[in-house]
């Protein structure tokens, strides 16, 4: 299995960014899709997750300015990133749980960095 993340890349604060991640492998399917992401020198944290089911879960950072989706058919997660902010900078990481007949474990894409210039 894995997860190709893309869509990074170098904007202007105010911009907007998409970013997509698209899954390949001995794939049934996905709980837990969403996108983290890790600054210099910060930890990595969640940014957003999308359950299976369709509920959203946001960073209070990032509410309102993101929005996270995903595509059951075709193994993909996106983030549509609005109203970037110079504190978005950061190396954004996808996320899945996979299942095949069983749950395989979390996966993580390689990351694409996301730079927002003031």
């Known amino acids: 299995v894995q997860l190709q993340a893309s869509g990074g890349g170098l904007v202007q604060a105010g911009g907007s960014l998409r970013l997509s991640c698209a899954a390949s492998?001995?794939?049934?399917?996905?709980?837990?899709m969403g996108w983290y992401r890790q600054a210099p020198g910060k930890e990595r944290e969640l940014v957003a997750a999308m359950l299976a089911i369709g509920t959203r879960n946001y960073a209070d950072s990032v509410r309102d300015r993101f929005t996270i989706s995903r595509d059951n058919a075709k193994n993909t997660v996106s983030l549509q990133m609005n109203s970037l902010k110079p504190a978005d900078t950061a190396v954004y990481y996808c996320?899945?749980?996979?299942?095949?007949?069983?749950?395989?474990?979390?996966?993580w894409g390689q990351g694409t960095l996301v730079t927002v210039s003031s």
């Open positions: 492998g001995s794939i049934r399917s996905f709980g837990v």
């Open positions: 996320n899945a749980d996979v299942y095949n007949s069983r749950w395989l474990g979390k996966y």
